[in-house]
Antibody, heavy 120, light 112 residues
Framework: QLQMEESGPGLVKPSETLSLTCTVS??????????WGWIRQPPGKGLEWMGNMYYSGSTYYNPSLKGRVTISMDMSKNQFFLRLSSVTAADTAVYYCVSIDMVPDCFDPWGQGTLVTVSS | QSVLTQPPSVSGAPGQRVTISCTGS?????????VHWYQHLSGTAPKLLIYRNTNRPSGVPDRFSGSKSGTSASLAITGLQPEDEGDYYC????????????FGTGTKVTVL
């Protein structure tokens, strides 16, 4: 059973880069049946898909993030990463890492989520 | 980028049936993309509830059911239980103008 766990700083200053790690257990991120991705939820707002990565290195990002997002992975550690540059208060959110089963192409499972606050 | 529209809240007494609608457009649900549903209970990770419009993952009670027609989808909970109280989100894919996975606005289910 796949399990996902997010980790990283809970506070980031405006204009800096937000960096989070997702550690996957119960399966390998080199699986050819899964993508690995990030979703966020600002306080009191809805869910926003940020992007996915495939073990081959292919990445797919939400165009609304205007090139600020980068997803990468370290297969030796079974981890993948999120970097979001030039953050503002609008990037304050709970960030979830997720696995995407290519069939049926839905998000399962999710990590517990980690709150990142952007503030000076 | 489109967002799928859900009612902000629904409520019902234990044992009752409630439904949650998810309205999209011709570029997402109406384009034939599948709809998935997620349950988010307080203090827990969001959980896949229904996939590919009508299918329940193993372990999900059969009181949860999904349907899809045209540009909309629905989630029904029959025999509402106190432990069903939480937030529910639909999700699909939007092909235009920008390719992205999209979520519903979310519905708070309250068990009276």
């Amino acid at each position: 059973q796949l399990q996902m766990e997010e980790s990283g700083p809970g506070l980031v200053k405006p204009s800096e880069t937000l960096s989070l790690t997702c550690t996957v257990s119960g399966g390998s991120i080199s699986s050819n049946n899964h993508y690995w991705g990030w979703i966020r939820q600002p306080p009191g707002k809805g869910l926003e898909w940020m992007g996915n990565m495939y073990y081959s290195g292919s990445t797919y990002y939400n165009p609304s993030l205007k090139g600020r997002v980068t997803i990468s992975m370290d297969m030796s550690k079974n981890q993948f990463f999120l970097r979001l540059s030039s953050v503002t208060a609008a990037d304050t959110a709970v960030y979830y890492c997720v696995s995407i089963d290519m069939v049926p192409d839905c998000f399962d499972p999710w990590g517990q989520g980690t709150l990142v606050t952007v503030s000076s | 980028q489109s967002v799928l529209t859900q009612p902000p809240s629904v409520s019902g007494a234990p044992g009752q049936r409630v439904t949650i609608s998810c309205t999209g457009s011709s570029s997402d649900i109406g384009a034939g993309y599948d709809v998935h549903w997620y349950q988010h209970l307080s203090g827990t990770a969001p959980k896949l509830l229904i996939y590919r419009n009508t299918n329940r993952p193993s372990g999900v009670p059969d009181r949860f059911s999904g349907s899809k027609s045209g540009t909309s989808a629905s989630l029904a909970i029959t025999g509402l239980q106190p432990e069903d109280e939480g937030d529910y989100y639909c999700q699909s894919y939007d092909s235009s103008p920008s390719a992205a996975y999209v979520f519903g606005t979310g519905t708070k289910v309250t068990v009276l």
